[in-house]
C-alpha cells in the first residue's frame, strides 16, 4: 500500500482554466499538466471564493471565505487570530514549507497587540502566514530579504541595485533600447534575462534543490509561481513561441457597452481595461501569456521527472491550481476581480498516488469544487483532523477515491472593491463596496451592496452576455439566488474559538458548575 509521506500543493498566478490543453485551448502546449491529468482527477468546475490573489490565496491557506477570514483585498492582512495551513500541518507534526508567493500580509497591529511585533519563533510564523520560507517571492515589485533571487541574478552577471526592474521584466525595443515590461506594448520582446535565469526556472529550482534535501524525510510543499501574472514579459523563445492567430478568440460584444452594471461600467474605466479595449494590446499580450504558460509547464516536467526518477511520484500528494484567472481583454475588461467564469473558474488537477484513487484515474470530474477545499483535503490524506468549527471547505478525497457522497450544487465568492478606481467612480464609500456571488450549473447571481444585482442565465448565455439582473421575468428567479447566498452567508462558521464537541458537553451543564438559577 502506498505510504501517504508529502504533499506539493502547486498553484500558479493569474492562469485561466482555459489555457490549458487538457481544459480544451486548441493550441498551448501543456503536456506535463495533460500528463498529471492523466494519471490524477482534472476537475472542469473548480472556482476561487475571489478573483483578486490576497483574498483567494487566504481562502485556500485558511479553508475559509474572505467573510470570515477577514482578507478581503490585497492591502488587508490576515488576522493573526485567523489558524492556517502551516498552523494545522504543525499541529500533526509536519512543517509546511514555500518557495514562491503568498500575497500575505502581516498583521502589524494584531501582533503588536499581543505583544508579538519582536524576534520570537511564533511571531516570525505567524508573520509569515505560517509558512517555513525557503524563499519568499510575490513577483510584483523588486524582492527584499525574503527572496534569493536578486543576489542570485547578480552572480550570474545582472549587474544593478535593482535587477528584477532592469532585467527580468525588461527588454529591448526595436531601436536597441531597453523598455520596460509594465508597459504591455513591450509583451512581445523577451525579457533581458536568460530563461534559464529566469523568475520560473529560479522557483523551479528552489524546489529541486528542497526535495534533494528533505531525501527520505517527509515534506509538504507550496510551490507557489508568480507567472504568467503580469508583468506579461517572457523570455526567449517563449516571448514569441505563439502567434495572436493561436490565441482564443475575444468574447465580447457591443452590445455588453450598452446598458451596462454600473460597477462593471467603472471598472471599465480603469487603465487597464483602456488598454486592453485595443485589439492591439490584446494581440500583444496573450501571445505572451501563452508562452509564460508554457514555460511554467516546461518547468514543471523538470519537476516531475525528478519525482518520478526518485520515487516521489508514488507518495507525494500534488494540487495543481490558480489563484484566479485573467480577463485579457474578454468582456471589454482587463485584469481580474469581477464575476465572470473567465476570472473565477480555475484549473485544479489533483494526483494522489494511493491505490484508493486508481478507480478515478484520468477522469474528468464536473462537481463544483472550491479553493476552500484544498486545505481539508490535504489534512485528510495526512490523516490530521479536521477543525469542523472553523473550516468551510469540503474534503475532496472521497471525490477522488470513487465514492459519490451528497455534493455542493453551488460555490460562491466575494468582492471587496474599496481600494479601486471604481469605487470612487461610483461614490462609494469603503464599508459599501462590496459584493457576493452564488453560482449554480444555471444561475451566476451577484449581489452588490447598494447598487443592482446581477443575474445570467449560463445554460442560455454560457459566456454571460445578457445581465439579466433587472429582468421582471427573472424575478422569483433573483429571489430564490439572493435567499440562497443569505442561507450561505447566515451559516459561515464564525464561532471558532470552541469546537461543536466542546459546546456539546457544555450544554445544560451549568448545574455541573455550581450554577443553580431558575430553581423554585
Known sequence: MTQRKNVLFIMADQLRADHLACYGHPHIRTPHLDALAAKGVRFDR?????????????????????????????????????????????????????????????????????????????????????????????????????????????????????PWTDFVISAHGPDGQPV???????????????????????????????????????????????????????????????????????????????????????????????????????????????????????????????????????????????DHGDFLGDHWLGEKELFYDTVQRVPFIVYDPSPEANATRGTVDNRMVEAVDVLPTMLSWLGLPLASHRLEGRDLLPLLHGTQPPWRDCVFSELDYSYRLARVIRDKSPSNARAWSLRSDRWRYVYWLDEPEQLYDLHADPEQFNDLGQSPDHEDVRVECRERLLQWFTSLKRRTTVTDEEVERGTNAYKKAGVFFGQW
Open 46 to 162: 473548480a472556482f476561487v471564493n475571489s478573483g483578486v490573489c490576497g483574498p483567494s490565496r487566504m481562502s485556500y491557506y485558511t479553508g475559509r471565505y474572505p467573510s470570515t477570514h477577514g482578507a478581503t483585498w490585497n492591502r488587508v492582512p490576515l488576522s493573526v487570530g485567523e489558524v492556517t495551513m502551516g498552523e494545522y500541518l504543525r499541529a500533526g507534526g509536519h512543517k509546511l514549507v514555500l518557495a514562491g508567493k503568498t500575497h500575505i500580509m502581516v498583521d502589524h497591529k494584531g501582533l503588536e497587540r499581543l505583544a508579538l511585533d519582536g524576534g520570537s519563533e511564533l511571531a516570525r510564523l505567524l508573520k509569515t502566514g505560517g509558512f517555513e520560507e525557503i524563499d519568499r517571492y510575490d513577483g510584483h515589485h523588486e524582492p527584499g530579504e525574503e527572496s534569493g533571487y536578486p543576489a542570485y541574478l547578480r552572480r550570474h552577471g545582472y549587474e544593478s541595485d535593482d
Open 180 to 322: 520596460s515590461g509594465w508597459h504591455m506594448r513591450n509583451a512581445c520582446y523577451p525579457s533581458l534575462v536568460e530563461e534559464k535565469h529566469s523568475e520560473t526556472a529560479y522557483m523551479t529550482d528552489q524546489a529541486l534543490s528542497f526535495m534533494e534535501r528533505m531525501g527520505d524525510e517527509p515534506w509538504v510543499l507550496h510551490l507557489s509561481y508568480v507567472k504568467p501574472h503580469w508583468p506579461y514579459i517572457a523570455p526567449a523563445p517563449y516571448h514569441d513561441m505563439y502567434s495572436a492567430e493561436q490565441c482564443l478568440p475575444v468574447v465580447r460584444n457591443e452590445a455588453e457597452l450598452s446598458n451596462a452594471h454600473p460597477v462593471v461600467e467603472a471598472y471599465r474605466q480603469q487603465e487597464e481595461c483602456v488598454s486592453f479595449a485595443s485589439e492591439t494590446c490584446i494581440n500583444t499580450v496573450r501571445p505572451a501569456y501563452q508562452g509564460l504558460i508554457t514555460q511554467l509547464d516546461d518547468h514543471l516536467g523538470r519537476l516531475f521527472d525528478f519525482m518520478s526518477r526518485n520515487g516521489l511520484m508514488d507518495n507525494t500528494l500534488i494540487i495543481f491550481t490558480a
